[in-house]
């Protein structure tokens, strides 16, 4: 049987001899060519022409066109894996190859933000991301990527595998330049302390300068390959008439090195080779560690789409690679299989480890009609799943990308932080100038060691990683936890808040409702008449009552003219009549106070047909969390639209002094309005009509469990419904805070305590490099302490 090659669609005369690896298979090439470019075309992340091509490539032209430039990003359907099309806008999040602090960061937002149609533009220095936001009809993604690489930086799409080769590349040469750097040091170190100390006592000058040029030779490649980074890094920011961290850095080398070269060729003057080679080592040393402690920060949230399947399965068994999957096709799972994308269970039962998801060790039960989703652990059950969110929509998708959105915030001190470091790297430079001036005139022969010791020690590097690791570690840490932030400002509001406002039903209750009694007013209806006509109107509502109510139907009616009056009830028209049901002074027409206990009333024509109690169970996680905000002098308010008897006991059996009861969305969002200027509230509900008063607080948190317009309107989101991790996530904003202000104090306090001994020539060049690549990396591991879980 013969095959075809898989790019240009050609027979396959050579065996197996040609293969690349596409969608995690070999795919049989016809000759080195087809091989070569369709390497190509995988390592450069474009992995999507093949899937979305109509035709093969053309023989006489490997290349496909629109692979030759940036412009295949530009074509809809492979924008469709990593493009979200927002109201008016699309969004992306790219990785970035080159950046290494926050002057990078800035200098990609600065030139970016003035980019025709770029409507925004966030860098992370610490997981080496960007999200950027753009009109389609003002520019192209295209466009952006090449404004990008035009200051001199590599941009494509995020994909965690992609990003963790492109890590590898770097490490690998960062290990190169520093193992160079090294050997380098040692040998020209030896040449040194034999020409420093005379430990050659007789040496003649002839073998002493035989010396300098044997240092010369080790010292060149250093600074021609090892520190090559510096000036790349260098260059990028004087390009853009802006100052970085590797400028003073790259000034400190080159000037060492040229000077010594000068001496070296003239016989005159002393050389600087040790310090040239001892400098990049040590920096290079530095960066490496530094960009280990920053991949771990960043790994948890890319680690959680790792965790999703590249290929899934159809019914009929048949393969498919699982980002092509579209809404509403049907897949089949087996046990030990993680599930390849978001969907509702069809047919089958199961149950489900969704502690990369919720932090929960114990595995869910799902069966028909329940939902799962992508990365999660299908532990027993064959299932069969319809789609319901493509992968670039998936929860793990969502939580991701609003990770990297939380990480990329700045607090306040954190943008100060960033332009003082800028400012900072000019005024190192105008120090540095005035010291090798005021040393030239007292002693000669030392000030430019001591200039060179006042470039390097004083780089801002530890001053611009204060905040960006901490949040990163942080923001990892609540994903672990099963709390998705939505909104940058989370860490910082949640450490103020003094007002805890929460829901009952679904909230500090279960939500399980069950109905507990129920009592027939018009002897003409029986009680399961009543129950199937009052599921029929909740079948137009989803809240945990509207359940309660579709467990004890038996017979549905059609419903005409369904209205959901959030907060009160539904209205529809059964059978000619006009049916209500919700709250009694909804229900009714007239004033009942026989009713007045019952939460739900139904009704037709506006007299009263039956009445509902209801049952709902307390959370075991409302009382140690009301107990918590309490010990930490936090006033607890419950807000709840329900106005039975039953708000009263629930907030009597957890504690809760303040119970607003009976009240509309609208009046929620009044209470809350009503508080003093001075209170910082913390809103938790679930349902729709909790939608109003979550947008109206300064800090909202949704419960996972809750309706999507909930989530939407919410500052945070609890996966797992445990309310006790509000406490572990205040105790988490609240360490953050207290390791980035340490990290603040450290990076000012080294800077403001090594400038003047550098000045005054008590800092050696080799204890300047330490210093300012030991400062970096303290700052970025006691980061890294808020990655534990503890």
Request: hydrophobic share 45%; aromatic share 8%; with cysteine.
């Amino acid at each position: 049987m013969t095959h075809s090659c898989y790019h240009c669609g050609e027979p396959v005369l050579t065996g197996d001899t040609y293969q690349v690896v596409i969608f995690d298979q070999p795919r049989l090439m016809c000759c080195p060519g087809c091989q070569a470019v369709a390497t190509t075309i995988v390592d450069s992340g474009l992995s999507s022409y093949y899937q979305y091509r109509t035709t093969p490539a053309d023989k006489a032209d490997l290349v496909p066109e629109e692979l030759k430039s940036l412009s295949l990003y530009d074509n809809e359907d492979v924008q469709r894996e990593f493009v979200r099309d927002l109201a008016e806008q699309k969004e992306v999040t790219l990785s970035l190859d080159g950046v290494s602090c926050a002057a990078c960061a800035w200098l990609i937002e600065k030139q970016l933000q003035r980019a025709q149609g770029v409507t925004h533009i966030q860098v992370n220095t610490t997981t080496n991301r960007a999200t950027v936001r753009w009109d389609q009809t003002q520019t192209s993604l295209s466009t952006i990527l090449t404004h990008i690489h035009q200051l001199g930086y590599k941009a494509a799409p995020f994909e965690a595998d992609k990003q963790e080769q492109q890590y590898h590349r770097n490490m690998k040469q960062y290990l190169y330049r520093l193992g160079i750097a090294g050997l380098a040091t040692m040998q020209v170190m030896m040449l040194a302390v034999a020409m420093y100390f005379e430990v050659f006592g007789d040496m003649d000058e002839t073998f002493r300068n035989y010396f300098r040029w044997i240092s010369l030779i080790f010292a060149t490649p250093v600074l021609l390959y090892s520190a090559l980074p510096f000036y790349t890094n260098a260059w990028r920011n004087l390009k853009a008439r802006t100052l970085g961290m590797d400028v003073p850095v790259s000034i400190a080398l080159l000037f060492a090195y040229f000077s010594s070269l000068y001496a070296t060729v003239t016989g005159k003057g002393e050389v600087f080779f040790e310090s040239v080679a001892m400098f990049t080592f040590f920096l290079l040393l530095g960066r490496f560690l530094e960009m280990r402690a920053r991949r771990t920060a960043a790994a948890a949230s890319a680690n959680l789409l790792k965790l999703v399947p590249k290929m899934a399965r159809y019914l009929d068994g048949e393969a498919v690679p699982a980002n092509s999957l579209s809404v509403g096709e049907k897949i089949r799972v087996l046990p030990g299989e993680p599930f390849p994308a978001d969907g509702v269970v069809l047919t089958g039962t199961t149950s489900v480890d969704e502690a990369m998801l919720t932090g929960e060790s114990l595995p869910q039960m799902k069966q028909e009609g329940d939902v799962v989703y992508a990365g999660t652990m299908n532990v027993e059950g064959n299932v069969d799943l319809e789609v319901t969110a493509n992968h670039k929509e998936s929860l793990v998708a969502n939580i991701v990308r609003l990770q990297d959105e939380a990480q990329m915030a700045k607090p306040k001190v954190a943008v100060l932080a960033d332009k003082i470091a800028r400012y900072f790297v000019a005024a190192i430079l105008l120090i540095s100038a005035s010291t090798w001036l005021y040393w030239h005139f007292e002693r000669p022969d030392d000030a430019f060691w001591i200039m060179l010791s006042v470039l390097v020690a004083t780089c801002p590097c530890a001053l611009s990683l204060a905040t960006p690791t901490a949040l990163t570690c942080s923001t990892s840490t609540f994903g672990q936890l099963g709390i998705m932030l939505r909104r940058s400002h989370v860490l910082e509001t949640l450490t103020k808040v003094n007002r805890l406002v929460v829901d009952k039903t679904g909230t500090l209750t279960e939500g399980k409702i069950e109905i507990s009694d129920v009592a027939i007013v018009n002897p003409e209806y029986d009680e399961q008449n009543v129950l199937d006509i009052a599921a029929s109107l909740e079948a137009f509502a989803n809240h945990p009552i509207a359940h309660a109510f579709q467990l004890r139907a038996l017979t549905y009616y059609d419903v005409v003219d369904a209205d959901n009056h959030i907060g009160l009830g539904i209205s529809g028209i059964i059978n000619g009549q006009h049916w209500r049901i919700g709250k009694p002074d909804f229900a009714l027409t007239t004033t009942e106070t026989a009713f007045s206990h019952y939460p739900v009333v139904l009704s037709c024509d506006g007299m009263p047909i039956a009445a509902f109690s209801l049952n709902d169970p307390i959370r075991d996680s409302s009382a140690s969390l009301i107990a918590a905000f309490k010990h930490a002098g936090i006033q607890t308010t419950m807000l709840t639209g329900d106005q039975s008897a039953n708000a009263d006991m629930v907030a009597n059996q957890l504690g809760i002094e303040t119970v607003i009861s009976g009240v509309s969305p609208q009046g929620k969002l009044a209470y809350l309005q009503e508080l003093s200027s001075d209170t910082i509230t913390l809103m938790v509900g679930d349902g729709v009509n909790d939608a109003p008063v979550l947008a109206g607080a300064h800090l909202s948190v949704a419960m996972g469990g809750g309706t999507d317009i909930a989530k939407a309107s919410a500052d945070m989101v609890l996966l797992s419904d445990d309310l006790e991790k509000l406490l572990t996530a205040r105790q988490l904003a609240r360490r953050t805070r207290r390791i980035i202000a340490e990290n603040l104090a450290w990076a000012l306090g080294y800077n403001v305590t090594i400038l003047p001994l550098a000045v005054m020539g008590f800092v050696a060049p080799y204890v300047a490099v330490v210093g300012m690549s030991a400062s970096s990396i303290i700052v970025v591991s006691n980061s890294l302490r808020l990655l534990n879980r503890k």
